[in-house]
C-alpha cells in the first residue's frame, strides 16, 4: 500500500477492514484458580468504590455481599481489560469453568 493511502486511512472509523481487508484479530486467554473468596471480594469492593460515584449500595448491587459474594462478578470487574495502546476490544467474558463447588459450598 503506498504511504499516501495509509494516511488517508488513519481517520477511517472502520479500523477493522481497510484497503488491505480484516486487520488481525487477538484473543487473550487467562484461566485463574479461586483461592480465597474473601480477598477476591474485597478487591473488587475496593475497585468499585474508587471509581466515580463508588459508593457500599454500588457494591452490594454489582458484586453482592461478602456473605454471598458474586464471583464470576468479581472477577469481570477486575479483570475487565484496559486499554491497549492501537487496539480496540471486541468482545468481553467471564465463564465459570464446569464442575466447580457452587457460590453456597466456597462460601461455607
Do not use: H
Not at 471486541?90 to 466456597?106: E, F, K, R
Request: overall charge negative.
Amino acid at each position: 500500500m503506498d504511504p499516501r493511502e495509509t494516511q488517508l486511512l488513519k481517520n477511517d472509523p472502520d479500523r477493522r477492514v481497510w484497503g488491505m481487508g480484516p486487520q488481525p484479530e487477538f484473543r487473550v486467554s487467562v484461566t485463574l484458580t479461586l483461592t480465597d473468596a474473601t480477598c477476591l471480594w474485597n478487591a473488587a469492593r475496593a475497585r468499585l468504590l474508587a471509581a466515580p460515584g463508588g459508593c457500599e449500595d454500588m457494591v452490594e448491587e454489582t458484586i453482592g455481599p461478602m456473605e454471598a459474594p458474586q464471583l464470576a462478578d468479581c472477577v469481570a470487574l477486575l479483570c475487565a481489560p484496559s486499554l491497549v495502546p492501537g487496539c480496540s476490544v471486541d468482545d468481553y467474558w467471564v465463564d465459570a469453568m464446569p464442575g466447580l463447588p457452587s457460590q453456597d459450598a466456597i462460601a461455607a
